[in-house]
């Protein structure tokens, strides 16, 4: 979150972050103001125990707390999914269809591999090197083959995604697979947030499930590490000038064809670990590769195409309206989220963060 | 005007002059038609409805689809969702099994206000995609008909949820029953008859042909002075028409919808259809749909007969979209197409 402001006000004139903060208040006093009364409001709604009355008109406080946390971890996931996603689009114009297939295929050897050796984190790997294999052959045994024809390559990863489902149904059966949490991991987490007082004064303080926290801070540690690599990294550079114009890069001596495949095995072993998490956090099951590569389009759609940081905000604006849809107004709880989509389509179809 | 021109010579394999081709082209569509005219007489009704019925209306979607991507570049996903809306639309306003939802209005009312319903949305959709450019369409028409599929399926008060509806009577005019399966053929041979025809028209009127403009080259149309953006809204306006009567006609022939009906699975299975038809002409989506419909009855029996998994459908479906993708990207169209370019030369080579 804090690289996709910081990205937004330095692109500006590219002065010192302080600074464009302070001129942009001069500017807008107005909006400025009202920013700091929703941000201040937020504050209040997370930290203090809210009032009788309030509780009475908007439902219980450790409702809203549990939907926030929930959104924002599960916006972690979905972080985890579009950001190869988005990465992949951004570079080669190609909109991977089969990646929500990658996603379960990922769930589901993570699942063996923790089977077979007992230990969480082996899967993780486990589950990156299998995607990371299968995007990388998909990549230089079939797109390589069709560049520069979007459509087609689409329609391909389209077919892909239907054969992988049924060969995954094939394999593992059509029944919900949950992958258990380590012992380490398990149990709750107290946190400093006050849910409710007791009648005696007391504060009763939110506890929270310590592996979604730690996923959580998981797949910030990934975004960040992304963007470093993205911004600090010669390979990074590469990148992000294939993103503006890879035919120039690839006149300029650059191999091309190698960053293409290297991005879309990384893109693949991240859509990969992110089952496990999805496993983790729900269950990997039948209808999962489509649920995930809706969620990912979504995000993507909404944050703006081949924007990291645009993922990470979609992501976090998707997981939010989901869970808070969940709890405030069921029946309509996933068409919420295809609303944020339309609107941020009409208002600004390059997506929040795109560029044209 | 020199662009209308040019545009009408649409570009075939076979060569030769203007009536050659117009009888190379339409004798197989005459004859075509002739026979479906004629095939009640020589065939069960299972063929007639189970067979040749789903294949005229779900080429009619299809062909919904194949004018937006085949004259306009548009992949758009969301067809099979306006004609969703179209059926469930017709099951609100007319009759179904629940009368705690359907309002029972006469079907001059309901059929046409459905169509109207679904255009509309069909046209939204369109202008919500139209502003971005290629291969954004299929992603944002793809979340849409998802955003429709999960409305059905988690709405009650409207969509009936889950179980959707059933017992959809077709309804009975002018003298005839048309649920009984005879005039309920004719019906759907009129409709998918009248919108092939349709499409083809319209694909060689200055509106189509300025739409293959905006495909071909964008730029340059808007540069000339074309609206290109209205042009496509008004693209994806004609093919909504198309697919709500599909979508009208299919509800009347299955006798029931639910999400499914709409969902992700049908979208996809749309596109498949109109890719492996073969998106450079109107009939492909038809031959798609033939080829689908077949597969989906007798595939099961067929995979048992050779020993394989009858549960395998999905590969095998997948697996021939991925043949047709990889080899033949313009579909069995191509195929057929290049087999008469090939007979056509050995056949020159021979004469010389």
Redesign the interface.
Known sequence: MATALGDESTAGGGTPRGDALSRWINHRPLAALLLAIIVIFCLWLILAPWPQAFEEWFGRKRLFINALFNGITLGGLYFLVAAGFTLIFGLMRNVNLAHGSLYLFGGYMGYEAGVWSNSWLLSYIVAFICCALVGAAMQILIFRRMEGQDLRQTLVTLGLSIVFADLMVWVWGGNAIQIDTPDYLTGPVPTPIIVALKPSGDAIFLQYPRVRLVIFAAAVLIGIGMWLALHRTRIGVMIRAGVDDRDMLSVLGYRVQLLFALVFAFGAGLAGMAGIVGGTFQSISLGEDSHFLLASLVVVIVGGMGSIPGAALGALIIGLSEQFGLVYFQNYATVATFVIMVVVLALRPQGLLGRR | MALSETGTARPIGVGGDALSRWFSDHAPTLLLGLLLVLLPAATTDFVLDQIVGWTLVLGMIALSLMFLAGYGGM?SLVQMTVAGLAGYSITVLGASSLPSISLFWPWWVAAPLAILIAVAFGTLAGA??A??E???T???T???A??FF??TL???SIFNGFNGFTSIPAPIFLGVNWKSALPLYYLILFCAGLSYTAVLYVSRAPFGIALQGTRDNPRRMEAIGFNVTAHRIAAYAFAAVIAAIGGILLVWLNNQISPGTAG?QAT?DL??IA?VGGLGHPIGAFIGAFIYVLLRTFALDALVAVGL?G??F??I???G??II??FS?DGVIGLWRRWLARAATSRRGTSR
């Open positions: 992949v919500l995609s502003r971005t290629g291969i954004y299929i992603m944002i793809l979340a849409l998802s955003a999960y409305l988690q709405n009650w992700i996809i596109l498949v890719v998994d549960r395998r999905q590969t479906i997948g697996l979209f991925l993708v990889l990207p």
